[in-house]
């Protein structure tokens, strides 16, 4: 399971980063403000994978 959750995490960092960098490059920001955006937007994204990951572990036991 640790390892599908993992595979399931990996591509939704990649999609999110992806769609933050387009919103990036639309708007024109300089890289200061990008690395803000991406570190943002990347910590938001891991506190949801992991706390739906322990709500998976949970339902699991």
């Known amino acids: 399971m ?3 959750f993992l595979v399931y995490a990996f ?3 990649f999609i ?3 769609l933050a960098d387009k919103f990036c490059k ?3 920001m300089n890289a ?3 690395a803000n955006v991406f570190r943002i937007t990347n ?3 891991l ?3 992991v706390s739906s990951y322990v709500k998976v572990l ?3 036991v």
């Open 32 to 34: 200061t403000k990008q």
């Open 47 to 49: 506190i949801l994978l």
């Open 26 to 28: 639309k708007l024109e």
């Open 2 to 4: 640790f390892f599908i």
């Open 16 to 18: 999110f980063n992806s």
């Open 11 to 13: 591509i939704i960092l």
């Open 43 to 45: 910590i938001m994204i």
């Open 58 to 60: 949970n339902v699991m």
